[in-house]
Structure formats: C-alpha cells, structure tokens
C-alpha cells in the first residue's frame, strides 16, 4: 500500500494534532493564552501545557474550548482519539493496551499494586516514578494511565471483576492523603454496576498466582487473552491451553476472595486506618 498522502502537512500523531489545531484555532482568533483564559475562567497555563502537547486537559475543557471557537464536537472528538491513542504508552505495552479498549468482559488479579484502570492520579504518580519517569515524561505517563478510567464509564462499559491482593490495600503510599484518596476511589468504584471488587485475604496462604499479576480480556470475537506482569516485564498470553491454566488459577482464588460485600468493609477498615489531615 503507498504511503498515505499527507495535504494538510499536520502532524498523523493523535496527540499532537491535537495540540497543533488548539493552537491553530487560537492563533486565527488573535487570543492570547492569558485572554483565553479570563474568558473561560481556567488558568492560562493550562491551556498553554495543552498547546504544547504536555497534558490534554478534560473533556469539560475541551468541550468549553469547543463552544468557544465554534467547533462542536471537533476538538472532543480529536481529544478522544488523543487519550486512546496506543503510542503514548511504552511499545511494549501497546498491543495490550489496544485489546484492553477493544474488550468486552475483563478479569484483574492484583499481587502488589492496584491496577492502572483503577488508579487515582496521585497514586500513578508515586508507582510510575518508581519506574524511574520524572519531569514531562511523567506527566504524561499519568495522564495516559489515569486517562484508560474512561474504559470504565458510562452506559456501555464493559464488567470488570478486579480481585486484590490483602498486600495491595495494606501497602500505602508515603503521602497518607493521596492514600486515603486511593481508598476512597476504589470505594466509589466497587459501587458501580459493571465493577466487582474482591479482597483476597493474606490467610489464605499459597495460591497459583502468587507472584503474578494477570488481566483477562474477552474480545470481540469470544476470544480471550491474558496479560501477565511483574515489575520488571510483561507478556501478552493468546495460547488457548495457557490462558485457561491461568483461568482455573484465577477461579481458584477468586473461590477464596471475600465477597463483594465483605470486601467492601475490609477496605472501609483500611481507609479507617488511614490517619485524618488534621483540621484548621
């Protein structure tokens, strides 16, 4: 196939075209990043961070940035293609990440960490920079993980069925209000319909998974695949007769997990635990 034409000469890049038109349509307008942000009641600096590719902003920024020049539904569209888009994510991680938004049904076993689809920003932070990511890198790796939540909103989401580890929720973070916000998100979360939380208790002792973080991901077309991690790697498992022993694991522990309900209270006991900021 040839390559394709390029008539525009913009950038092919979701991310940055968006950036490129957010900064065309201001441009043509005669805005100022400062006027831009007096009329719409938002830093200036944002929008600024947004132009040059260092964050995308929300989608209620977007949307008001859409009002604002005349362009509904443009720039929400180009915003959507931006936060999906698979290359902002590691190479490794990104035929993963496509199937993760393609799936129908998915199934999480969490060992040490909670799962990037159900972090808050703060805690994205602390894990990714263990990784060793700082300064715009970081950022940006935040916003892409925090940004795959979406996945989980609205009418059509699909079910996510996420069984923790007692470690994960007993392992908290240095900064104790970003920990309690943690807590409290996944208690929001296990109150939605499409989204069953489990806590499997340390007592319960070995198990086939016990040095292994796993997602499944039922596709479009039946199938299902499997992706295990550690800390330093992870593998994409499309083998039938591997993904189903890594199944039978998964039913196994989740055969010993607390219920839904009872897991509920273990993290509220958690969040409990968590030391309140003091009041002024």
């Known amino acids: 196939m040839p390559p394709r034409r390029v008539i525009t000469g913009r950038s092919q890049e979701p991310r940055k075209r968006f950036a490129e038109e957010l900064r065309l349509l201001r441009t043509e307008r005669g805005e100022s990043l400062r006027k831009l942000g007096e009329v719409l009641g938002w830093d200036w600096s944002l929008f600024g961070k947004m132009e040059s590719g260092q964050t995308l902003g929300s989608p209620e920024v977007v949307q008001a940035l859409d009002q604002h020049y005349g362009t509904p539904g443009l720039l929400l569209a180009l915003w959507e293609l931006a936060v999906g888009d698979p290359t902002q994510f590691k190479e490794q991680y990104r035929r993963y990440m496509v199937l993760e938004a393609e799936a129908v049904n998915l ?4 060992v040490s960490t909670v799962h990037g689809l159900l972090q808050t920003e703060g805690y ?7 990784g060793g990511a700082k300064g715009q890198e970081l950022d940006q790796q935040v916003e892409a993980r925090t940004g795959r939540r979406e ?3 609205g009418e059509d989401a699909p079910p996510l069925r996420a069984l923790l580890a007692e470690a994960v929720l007993r392992t ?4 104790e209000a970003v920990w309690r ?3 409290e998100y996944l208690m929001e979360v296990s109150g939605r319909p499409n989204i069953t939380l489990q806590v499997l208790p340390q007592g319960v002792g070995l198990h086939g998974l016990v040095s292994t973080d796993v997602m499944f991901l ?9 992706y295990t991690e550690n800390a330093h790697r992870g593998e994409l498992i499309e083998e039938n007769s591997s993904v189903e022993r890594l199944q039978r694991a998964y039913d196994a522990m989740r055969d010993l997990a607390l219920s839904p309900a009872e897991s509920r209270k273990f993290i509220l006991r958690m969040l409990e635990e968590v030391p309140c900021e003091p009041s002024t």
Do not use: I, M, N, S
Not at 124 to 130: C, I, N, R
Not at 172 to 175: G, K, M, S, T
């Open 107 to 110: 199934w999480h076993f969490g």
């Open 124 to 130: 994205a932070y602390e894990v990714l920079a263990l």
């Open 151 to 153: 996945l989980l909103e």
């Open 172 to 175: 908290p973070l240095r900064d």
């Open 181 to 183: 916000k943690q807590l």
């Open 218 to 226: 039922r596709l479009l077309d039946g199938k299902t695949v499997a």
